[in-house]
């Protein structure tokens, strides 16, 4: 809880000599929640009482969301400090990992992990999910269109002169051009977002150049992972070692966010439930924290109601009806 944790962030802040923000999208199974433009006020909230200061330390935990909204979250913290540094104790994927690049220095745990940036184009016009409902769409990966055309141009013996209008012609009938349209602008928007954040403390441009190309493309999937060796040796980042105090801070804040978000328990109404006929429930799914703002956090408030419905005439299932009656942050 909030109140136990406050000493772990003292002790950290006093480590780092730096002021505490903590930001975690919790991926608990069936509660997933992203980075999204919602959390940004609540950001500016936190950082009007901080107040700008030398240094933000940003404690960061997420599988990704929005380009945009991580990218607006990223810049809006560096105009209260001189100097971020972010500290991951675990994930921090995709659009997590492009707000890693905005930060002077990255302090990894030996558990923490980054990911590919390239991201998946979500359109009213991409594909239909077999079999599934009739809004449910294929979200359209950069990178997978981009390996789609790398296939045929290496394995299939393409002839370029001969063989574009048939490429083309083949993935329109797939993937609508108009969506292939947003898939392009998407790749250019996300590598030139993370140039600007490279640039700010990154000088050599061809050191810049195999970062983005690396976290872009040549990860190869984007559920590639990233050790804090290999983001150091290999990429260039600017990753710090922990000492084994300030690891054990790091570690002691994790594990108790984790017990409160629950993260490591997928959802189950029938154990919220139990014999009873309805339940109300309030469940806590992200959060954000620091010393002088206090919490806020991304909650699903409902109503789990046993009920029996007829599945086809003469025979009747229980089923529970899971009533959202608030979801969002506060």
């Known amino acids: 809880m909030f109140e136990q944790r406050l000493d772990l962030y003292r002790k950290l802040e006093e480590k780092q000599n730096s002021r505490l923000l903590v930001y975690v999208t919790g991926d608990r199974l069936g509660l997933e929640t992203s980075i999204g433009n919602d959390v940004y006020d609540f950001f500016v909230n936190h950082l009007d009482k901080i107040s700008p200061v030398p240094k933000i330390s940003l404690y960061l935990y997420t599988r990704g969301g929005d380009t945009l909204a991580a990218w607006g979250i990223i810049n809006l913290i560096k105009q209260f400090a001189d100097e971020l540094e972010v500290i991951i104790p675990s994930k921090c994927h995709s659009a997590g990992t492009l707000m890693t690049l905005g930060a002077k220095q990255i302090v990894m745990t030996k558990q923490a992990t980054l990911g590919p940036i390239d991201p998946s184009v979500n359109h009213p016009l991409n594909p239909q999910i077999p079999g599934g409902p009739p809004n449910a769409r294929v979200p359209i990966s950069v990178e997978a269109i981009e390996g789609y055309i790398q296939l045929v141009k290496e394995e299939c013996e393409f002839n370029a002169e001969h063989d574009s209008n048939k490429l083309i012609e083949i993935l329109s009938n797939y993937v609508h051009p108009l969506v292939l349209g947003q898939v392009?602008?998407?790749?250019?928007?996300?590598?030139?977002?993370?140039?600007r954040l490279l640039v700010g403390h990154i000088q050599d441009d061809e050191k810049i150049d195999k970062i983005i190309n690396f976290l872009c493309s040549a990860s190869g999937s984007h559920d590639y992972t990233i050790h804090r060796r290999e983001a150091r040796?290999?990429?260039?980042?600017?990753i710090i070692t922990p000492s084994e105090d300030l690891y054990n801070i790091i570690?002691?804040?994790?594990?108790?966010?984790?017990?409160?978000?629950?993260?490591t328990s997928a959802y189950n109404p029938n154990q919220i439930l139990g014999a009873e006929q309805?339940?109300?429930?309030?469940?806590?799914?992200?959060?954000?924290?620091?010393?002088?703002?206090?919490g806020n956090y991304f909650v699903s408030d409902g109503i789990l109601t046993q009920q029996m419905m007829q599945i086809q005439p003469g025979m009747m299932q229980q089923v529970i009806n899971d009533q959202r009656t608030f979801e969002g942050w506060r």
């Open 278 to 294: 309805n339940k109300p429930y309030s469940i806590k799914r992200a959060l954000l924290e620091s010393i002088i703002g206090g």
């Open 184 to 195: 392009y602008r998407a790749k250019a928007q996300i590598k030139m977002l993370s140039k």
């Open 233 to 238: 040796d290999e990429l260039g980042l600017n």
């Open 251 to 263: 570690k002691d804040i994790y594990d108790d966010i984790r017990n409160e978000l629950q993260l």
